[in-house]
Structures are given as C-alpha cells and as structure tokens.
C-alpha cells in the first residue's frame, strides 16, 4: 500500500496543496540523490527543482504501478543522467576535465564547511561513489544511501531484481578499497 | 573473489548444506551476501548461504567487506536542504502551472485530451443533428423540375446564363467565367 497514494491521486488531480505536500515529504531524499549521483555538485538542489517540476508536470500519467517514492526516484534519475550526459559532453568538448576519475575539482567550490568532519565524510563518499560506472552508482546508490529495498530498485531502475543484487554486489566491491580511510574513524 | 556473476568462483569448496539439500555455488551465494550484508535477505535460502559461507573462505571474506562498506556508506551524512529550496521550486511550479505550463505537451496529454475529445464529440453529434435537420427540409420542400432549374440559369445576372445562349462565343463564355458576370457580347445575344 502506497502511503502517499491520496496525497498522489489529489495531485493527479490538480491540486498544489497535494503535491506540495509530497514535495516536503521527499525533498530530503531528492536532493541527497542527487548530491550523491553528482559527486557533491553545486548543482544538486537545481537537479532536484527539476525533478519536482517535472514531476508535477506528468504526475497526471503516474497509473500507480509502482508506489510515488519509486515513480520519483525513476523521474530523478532521468533527470540526473541526463544532466551528467550534458556535463560529459561540455567536458569533452572543452577538455575541461583535469582528473582522470572524473572528480574535478572545479565541480564544487571550496567551501569553509567542508572543514566540518561531518561534511567531509559525507564529501568523500559522495567522490567514491563517483568513480563507479553508472549502473554501478546507481544501484548502490538507491540501496545503501536512499535505503530503497530491492524490488523498488528493480523498479525504478527497470531491470530484473537479479541484476540489482549483482550490481550492488560489484559496487560495493569497487567501493571498499576507497572507503578504507572512513571505515578506522 | 573479485569476479563477476556468472564466472566461475575462486576454486574454493562449492559447499553444500547437505546430501540432499540445495547446493549454493559461491556465484549464487554472492548475490545473497549482497542481501545478507545489508539486512535484507529472506528465510528461504538463509539456511544455504549459512552453510555455504561456513565452508567457503572467500565468500566468508566477500561478506564481511560487504557489511564494512554498508556500515559506511549508511553512515553518509544526509545532505541538508537548503532555507530558500522550498520558496524557489514554489516559484518554477508556479510557472509550471501558468500558461508556460499549459504550453507543455504532457499537459495536453493527460489533463486537455479528455476535454478535447469530448468536445470533438459534441460537434461531431451537432454536425450529424444538423445534417438530419436539412434533410428533413430538403424533403418538405415541393422539388425543382428540370426546366425551372434551367430558366434559373437564364438570370442574365448569372454569369452561367451564358452557358444557354445559343449564340454565345467562345471568347465571351470565357470571359463570363473569369469576371463572374456575363458578358457584354453575350448579354447582348440573350436568349428571351
């Protein structure tokens, strides 16, 4: 049973107070998605304005066959990967990349909070993360950060749950050796 | 036990829970540690993965780095929302729902479309009531002979009069045509 399914059929419906209703309702997890699947970029929160408007844009066609949250979480990604397709473009374009990983400096400005451990544990993830392969990024992603269970993520991902666990399995393997440092503080 | 699924293990044991039970090679097993190290595994193949990492060095090894990397990615910090995130997309939904909104084609998809649709019907079902209606007049109205039809044409207003005179040429039949009024020349040769 969907939680939100009211809140989702008002929405449908027309109605802002619904849907603003599920904006607060999600807007912490969109927009921790999108820091983790963008590396920590600045662009974050613009990514997850999108998601919502978006969202409100073609919630009139959401038929219920999977719960909001999952139906969320697949519009968000679409918007992240495309945003990272552009961004991998404008790189290769102007060879604006400087780090072979993809962890360019640029992408975020340095910031006074980033000398709060909290900040920086959160920032080093977010970089481990992004030196995993989409699939892989993803996956885990939804897994282990956005705590999403397995069907959900075979949902929103659109592949067998099978596959899911495969790549959860290889993505933490990926992960382990980078995440070393966090794991003794 | 770096592989992928689907390649052969590391030349470890293949365990097994039993003589007679299920047989969990380590690719199976992985994709249940993968569930087993963050909590989420199920009853019915628990007992096989017990048996299995029991007697299997590398998946016993693939399991507790598993827990170790979710123990720190659950640790992640959530990342805060900014103050003005909420008054800014109150601003983009706004603008979703004016008429920039309504130009979107998603729009018209799912919220127009069954307006439209009903709207088309209604002309449509007008459009047949009208056609019946006309029909019906058509029928009470007493019908034109052949010869009324024809001294209608005669109208020497009516460039197709030209069309009965008898000794209209071709220039002046042409000329009717294009002008829409009858010529001189033909009007002139009228047929009375």
Same mark, same amino acid.
């Given at each position: 049973? =969907?939680? =939100?399914?009211?809140?989702? $059929? #008002?929405?449908?419906?027309?109605?802002?107070?619904?849907? &603003?209703?599920?904006?607060?309702?999600?807007?912490?997890?969109?927009?921790? %998605? #999108?820091?983790?699947?963008?590396?920590?970029s600045a662009d974050a929160e613009d990514l997850a304005q999108e998601v919502f408007v978006r969202a409100w844009r073609s919630i009139a066609?959401?038929?219920? $066959?999977?719960? @909001?949250?999952?139906? %969320?979480?697949?519009?968000? %990604? +679409?918007?992240?990967?495309?945003?990272?397709?552009?961004?991998?473009?404008?790189?290769?374009? @102007?060879?604006?990349?400087?780090?072979?990983?993809? +962890?360019?400096?640029?992408?975020?400005?340095? &910031?006074?909070? =980033?000398? $709060?451990?909290?900040?920086?544990?959160?920032? #080093?993830?977010?970089?481990?993360?992004?030196?995993?392969?989409? =699939? %892989?990024?993803?996956?885990?992603?939804?897994?282990?950060?956005?705590g999403l269970d397995y069907r959900e993520i075979a949902a929103a991902l659109q592949v067998p749950i099978g596959t899911v666990e495969s790549?959860?399995?290889? #993505?933490?393997?990926?992960?382990?050796?980078?995440?070393?440092?966090?794991?003794?503080? | 036990?770096?592989?992928?699924?689907?390649?052969?293990?590391?030349?470890?044991?293949?365990?097994?829970?039993?003589?007679?039970?299920? /047989?969990?090679?380590?690719?199976?097993?992985?994709?249940?540690?993968?569930?087993?190290?963050?909590?989420?595994?199920?009853?019915? *193949?628990?007992?096989?993965?017990?048996?299995?990492?029991?007697?299997?060095?590398?998946?016993?090894?693939?399991?507790?780095?598993?827990?170790?990397?979710?123990?720190?990615?659950?640790?992640?910090?959530?990342?805060?929302?900014?103050?003005?995130?909420?008054?800014?997309?109150?601003?983009?939904?706004?603008?979703?729902?004016? *008429?920039?909104?309504?130009?979107? *084609?998603? /729009? *018209?998809?799912?919220?127009?479309?069954?307006?439209?649709?009903?709207?088309?019907?209604?002309?449509?079902?007008?459009?047949?009531?009208?056609?019946?209606?006309?029909?019906?007049?058509?029928?009470?109205?007493?019908?034109?002979? /052949?010869?009324?039809?024809?001294?209608?044409?005669?109208?020497?207003?009516?460039?197709?009069?030209?069309?009965?005179?008898?000794?209209?040429?071709?220039?002046?039949?042409?000329?009717?045509?294009?002008?829409?009024?009858?010529?001189?020349?033909?009007?002139?040769?009228?047929?009375?």
């Amino acid at each position: 049973m =969907d939680a =939100d399914r009211g809140l989702v $059929e #008002a929405a449908a419906a027309g109605s802002r107070d619904a849907f &603003d209703e599920l904006v607060r309702r999600y807007q912490g997890p969109i927009v921790n %998605l #999108a820091r983790a699947l963008t590396a920590g970029s600045a662009d974050a929160e613009d990514l997850a304005q999108e998601v919502f408007v978006r969202a409100w844009r073609s919630i009139a066609g959401f038929r219920g $066959e999977s719960t @909001f949250r999952t139906w %969320l979480h697949r519009v968000a %990604l +679409n918007v992240i990967h495309s945003h990272r397709s552009r961004l991998g473009r404008f790189r290769r374009v @102007f060879q604006a990349s400087s780090d072979p990983e993809g +962890n360019d400096a640029s992408e975020r400005a340095p &910031d006074q909070s =980033d000398l $709060e451990e909290e900040l920086v544990r959160r920032d #080093a993830i977010d970089r481990a993360l992004g030196t995993l392969p989409d =699939d %892989l990024r993803d996956a885990v992603t939804l897994r282990d950060i956005q705590g999403l269970d397995y069907r959900e993520i075979a949902a929103a991902l659109q592949v067998p749950i099978g596959t899911v666990e495969s790549r959860i399995f290889r #993505a933490r393997q990926r992960l382990r050796p980078l995440l070393e440092p966090l794991r003794r503080r | 036990m770096g592989g992928d699924f689907g390649q052969p293990s590391s030349g470890q044991p293949r365990a097994d829970s039993g003589s007679e039970e299920t /047989i969990m090679t380590c690719d199976d097993a992985r994709r249940m540690i993968a569930r087993r190290a963050d909590e989420s595994g199920g009853d019915d *193949w628990s007992a096989a993965l017990d048996a299995h990492v029991s007697g299997c060095a590398d998946c016993r090894t693939a399991l507790d780095e598993q827990r170790e990397v979710v123990a720190v990615l659950r640790s992640r910090p959530v990342a805060p929302v900014s103050a003005t995130f909420s008054q800014r997309l109150a601003g983009r939904l706004d603008d979703a729902s004016g *008429w920039f909104g309504i130009a979107d *084609w998603r /729009i *018209w998809t799912f919220r127009v479309a069954p307006i439209a649709a009903a709207l088309a019907l209604v002309a449509l079902l007008t459009s047949s009531s009208a056609r019946t209606q006309t029909s019906t007049t058509t029928q009470t109205t007493a019908p034109i002979t /052949i010869d009324e039809w024809a001294r209608s044409g005669l109208d020497a207003s009516n460039a197709s009069s030209v069309l009965w005179q008898r000794e209209a040429t071709t220039e002046s039949l042409l000329e009717s045509m294009v002008t829409g009024r009858p010529s001189a020349g033909a009007e002139s040769n009228r047929v009375r």
